[in-house]
């Protein structure tokens, strides 16, 4: 009965609009407090000690590395890059879409970040050439996907603290997935591009490439680092957090001289409120986790599920279906935080590998950032691009096939995701 109220608390206060975190945290201590075996001080210590993770610390600074790359000339450097390479398809602008999005992905691990950041400079290029928004919104909405899955990602660094998993394992495990989604993506500006006609550019000349190329390399190194760092043993993905926003002050501000001391310094403040809710939302789902620990719904989920099947490749299907599902309510961070605990323990038992756990989690997540009700990159764009909110809908739905797609193969091709991490030696 009291999981019950405990479940009521939390979905009004969601629709009432009120933040997750404070759903999350006000919904678990009306348990707490109604229930004559709990103290409030257990509240209390959960929400203290779920952020104090070392591994943690990497979310803030690979975030706001990705805010000093987006506001220090990187982005408008890779966009001219991808544009000179495959610009001069048919619908090249879609091809360069992706393109950006996949070497931006190496330095933001943030969905968002790539909609509102990259996503601005993509969409103004694509308006100014002739396309039409709806084409113009789908291919940036679904591409910015691709940022949290090909490393760094932040998702991953989440998942990696909950489930005592290598975060770099998960880095390089996301490697070949977001490149498939980059590839159906690529698959479906084809097919529009034949359909609606859309413009070529003009080829670029190889000199006009290499000096695009050059531009941009110190910003294409940043992947590489922080990938090669964490497997030859020079630092720790949460060190390699620190290590990328260094390179990226010295990169933005000394190499290209973009990035002001007094824009540093407002980075660093909208870092902050973008982090707290985030920080806050590890803090309430954690609370809210140890409840429904508490009230063993991990276990009575797992009976029910392994009563249904004990087939794996059917599970990995229910598991997609009930991500998908809290994918279009939830916040990624909490989907993660309450869905874990439940799901590792029956991944486990049908020899399901926890990397490929990981990444199959975290795009089906992604997946939920196009869908409504609570589809935050929509948000991002219907914002950035003065459309109403269900033109953009209407404009991203047709992408989400592509995504799917790639998830297909991505669940049930397990080497797609093991492959590079026992190359690598995480396996």
Known sequence: MLLLIMFIVF?????????????????????????PELNILMAVQRIVVAPDSFTLLAVPFFILAGQIMNSGGVTKRIFAFAKDLVGHFRGGLGYVNVLASIIFAGMSGSALADAGGLGLVE???MRDEGYDDKFSIGVTASSST?????????????????????????????IIPGLIMGAALAVMVYIMARKQGYPRAERSS?????????????ALLMPLIIIGGIWIGFFTPTESAFVSILYAIIVTGFVYRELSLKSLLSLMIETIKMVAPAIMIVAGASLFGWILNYEKVDKYLMSLILSITTNKWVILFIINIILLFLGMFLEVIAVIMLMLPILQPITQIVGIHPIHLGVVMVLN???????PPVGFVLYILSSTTKRPFNYVIKAVAPWILPLL???????????????????????
Not at 147 to 168: D, E, K, L, R, T
Not at 206 to 213: C, G, T, V
Not at 365 to 371: A, N, P, W
């Open 365 to 371: 997540l992604m997946i939920g950032l196009l869908t």
């Open 206 to 218: 190889l000199k006009k490439i290499l000096l695009s190329f050059y531009e941009a390399f110190l």
């Open 146 to 174: 691709i940022g949290p899955i090909i490393p760094p990602s932040i998702p991953f660094v989440i998942y990696g603290a909950m489930a005592n998993v290598s975060v770099g394992g998960l880095f390089v495990g996301g």
């Open 11 to 35: 979905v009004t206060m969601l629709i009432l609009g009120f933040p997750i975190y404070l759903s999350l945290i006000a919904s678990s201590i009306i348990y707490i407090l109604l229930s």
């Open 123 to 125: 969409i103004k290029a």
């Open 405 to 427: 797609l790639a998830l297909v193969f991505i669940t049930y091709i397990l080497e797609l995701v093991l492959f590079l991490p026992k190359v690598f030696g995480f396996i």
